[in-house]
């Protein structure tokens, strides 16, 4: 799977170092200046090369951009009032049917991959349609593969004013943090007690990913609570009784300090690692948007000549890349890797003459040409706001709302209802 994958994933890069090498980026007015030089040298072309853009999914800049479209939606609806962090359980029954005498999980990653994604598509369906966890304005999800392979998904859900978790009484029948009693739901305490336990982690135990400095960068083991605090730097400090209830994990009585935020309906449904989490305050925002968009953890070393300038992105991402088999599973069945509620309509602001353009070495003039005649999103508004008078009450990153705009006539059309899933940001360019 990782190897048909990778050849598929080549293809796909090889092809850009071949076609877009030749592609150069400018300034309409960087090209008119060119032209307009007499001393221009044969051998030099404006601009720089595309290397590897925001169209190839899982680059730098296509995360930077997915990053700062889910910027746009919490700017118009709000900071998000959960993030759910959904894991794989390879012991599901659906696996291991369908598992020969002998085999385990790893050795078939096509069916790990199938069959998450159809408990995520049901989960997704429970949250966004079922509304379990109350009405949801806007969803964001993103898949991410551990070094390990088994695929989990975060999902941030912004809710409707009435279904926010603004007391403590709402977080409480929202989210748990404590071991239920064996006696009274068997089942229960022993998903928590199998998936919902973090560690136990203590200083004698340095090996642990979660250590850091000898101390447990998840804060574990966490203070009793007797009641829920609503806001800690961020996050809620949710019930966790010294009652007595405990569970055996590995070889040690296990209380609710040890247990990582959960809801019993999923967690029953699902049977797998489930984390549930109150967003409560602002601060918290940009730290779980780039967290969701931050991709594989790598570190990349070059070595170069001295006054030697190499940039190539391609290479840079391939060698920094790293595929498990679930993962060339996923991606080979073109399931989504990203999606959200809504629609980004990403708007060019440039001031006269200095609009971005794609062209070709030997085609410059024909470029410049066709720039001149060709509307960015921003100079078609002006038309639309001078041949239009009713847009002239309608604020720029406001205007997908109301109008959509046409790429091949270049201009702003009249929506015939608004459409309250479209949703305007300035494009920010790396």
């Not at 959960?82 to 050795?107: A, D, R, V, Y």
């Not at 709402?170 to 239920?180: G, H, R, S, W, Y």
């Not at 005649?373 to 041949?387: H, I, P, V």
Request: with cysteine; glycine share 4%.
């Amino acid at each position: 799977f990782v190897d048909a994958y990778i050849k598929t994933e080549a293809n796909r890069l090889n092809y850009i170092r071949q076609n877009q090498k030749l592609l150069r980026v400018e300034k309409y007015k960087g090209l008119m200046d060119h032209l307009a030089s007499e001393n221009t040298d044969p051998q030099f072309t404006p601009g720089q090369p595309f290397i590897l853009p925001s169209t190839f999914s899982g680059s730098p800049r296509n995360m930077h951009q997915n990053y700062q479209d889910a910027m746009a939606i919490v700017r118009k609806y709000g900071k998000p009032d959960l993030f759910i962090t959904m894991t794989c359980n390879p012991k599901w029954e659906e696996i291991t049917e369908n598992l020969h005498k002998g085999q385990t999980s790893e050795f078939r990653p096509d069916l790990v991959a199938r069959v998450f994604h159809l408990k995520l598509k049901q989960l997704l369906q429970d949250i966004c349609k079922e509304h379990i966890l109350g009405i949801p304005l806007a969803k964001i999800h993103v898949i991410e593969f551990q070094k390990r392979g088994l695929p989990h998904a975060h999902i941030l859900l912004i809710l409707a004013e009435e279904h926010k978790p603004k007391t403590t009484e709402l977080i409480d029948k929202i989210v748990c943090a404590e071991i239920p009693d064996i006696q009274k739901f068997p089942r229960l305490h022993s998903i928590v007690a199998k998936h919902m336990i973090h560690g136990p982690c203590n200083n004698t135990t340095l090996n642990l990913p979660c250590m850091v400095s000898g101390k447990c960068s998840k804060e574990f083991p966490k203070s009793f609570q007797n009641e829920t605090i609503q806001n800690c730097d961020g996050y809620p400090k949710y019930r966790r009784r010294d009652n007595g209830v405990g569970t055996l994990s590995h070889g040690k009585i296990i209380n609710n300090s040890w247990v990582v935020p959960y809801n019993p309906f999923l967690l029953l449904k699902y049977n797998s690692h489930i984390n549930v989490e109150v967003c409560a305050s602002i601060k918290s925002v940009k730290y779980l948007f780039k967290y969701v968009y931050k991709g594989h953890d790598c570190a990349n070393v070059l070595i170069t000549e001295h006054k030697t300038s190499q940039h190539d992105e391609i290479k840079t991402f391939t060698d920094s890349r790293y595929v498990t088999a679930p993962e060339a599973a996923w991606r080979l069945n073109a399931f989504e890797m990203h999606h959200q509620t809504h629609t980004i309509q990403r708007l060019e602001v440039h001031l006269p003459d200095e609009q971005s353009i794609v062209f070709h070495p030997k085609n410059i003039t024909i470029a410049v040409e066709t720039a001149k005649t060709k509307d960015t999103t921003l100079t078609a508004w002006f038309k639309l706001n001078a041949e239009h008078p009713p847009a002239n009450s309608i604020l720029y990153i406001d205007i997908p709302m109301y109008y959509t705009f046409n790429k091949k006539q270049r201009q702003w059309k009249q929506r015939k209802t608004e459409n309250n899933k479209t949703i305007g940001r300035i494009v920010f360019k790396t």
